[in-house]
């Protein structure tokens, strides 16, 4: 079953003459439960593709499905709505709320979405991100590797369709990289968790099921990892 189906997206930024193609006719499908590293150059268009298939930005034309739903054809608010509950996004800079506390912030997609704490939900996230004794502490009096497995259990707080992970790691010292990638790997193999993750790390790619390489907003590659 295709949890995420990609049909001819394309995104052009500017006006005529001075218009720039960031994706040009972008076309695959992830199944779910199945982990993607998405690699390329800077500027390869790795990014705007993340933004277009977690509804952060609409595409110039194409179709982005997730869970069989076409997301454009949503307006504004209710693709907010969608994305909060499908759609777990982890960027690169953590984008957590400083004045709240992990539980809170873990909880947030929750709370946003008018519905009640999930009190066991957050508790087996807490113990599986490993800030069980952390749960009152503000972002700022954590680690970079303690506040991005934060946003880990943030994504994963609605039982999201996809996780999108844009550069997860990029932030990080060597130790706390390979402790998120194990937290999402974990994710991914316990919950069955489509994971789809944006790296320029090529250790971090060869660990996913399949990679998909991007130049000039174009797939050139779509490969297994043997």
Avoid: C, W
Avoid at 47 to 55: A, N, Q
């Amino acid at each position: 079953m295709n949890i995420l189906q990609v049909e001819n997206l394309s995104k052009i930024y500017g006006k005529e003459g001075t218009q720039v193609k960031a994706l040009d006719g972008v076309s695959f499908s992830v199944k779910k439960g199945e982990f993607v590293a998405v690699v390329g150059a800077s500027g390869s268009g790795k990014s705007t593709l993340l933004h277009l298939l977690g509804g952060v930005d609409r595409p110039t034309s194409g179709k982005v499905y997730v869970d069989s739903k076409d997301i454009y054809s949503m307006d504004e608010s209710k693709l907010a709505i969608f994305r909060r509950r499908n759609v777990g996004l982890i960027y690169q800079f953590y984008n957590l709320i400083p004045t709240l506390t992990v539980e809170e912030n873990i909880m947030l997609p929750r709370l946003l979405d008018g519905r009640e704490a999930d009190k066991d939900k957050l508790r087996a996230i807490l113990e599986t991100i490993g800030l069980t004794d952390r749960r009152n502490h503000l972002p700022g009096q954590l680690s970079g590797g303690q506040q991005q497995r934060v946003s880990v259990g943030r994504a994963l707080i609605n039982d999201p369709a996809i996780i999108l992970a844009d550069e997860p790691t990029g932030n990080l010292d060597s130790k706390a990289s390979r402790e998120v990638m194990e937290l999402l790997k974990a994710a991914n193999k316990r919950y069955n968790q489509t994971l789809l993750v944006i790296t320029h790390d090529e250790k971090i790619a060869l660990q996913a099921d399949r990679i998909i390489t991007i130049s000039d907003g174009r797939i050139i590659s779509d490969a297994e990892v043997r």
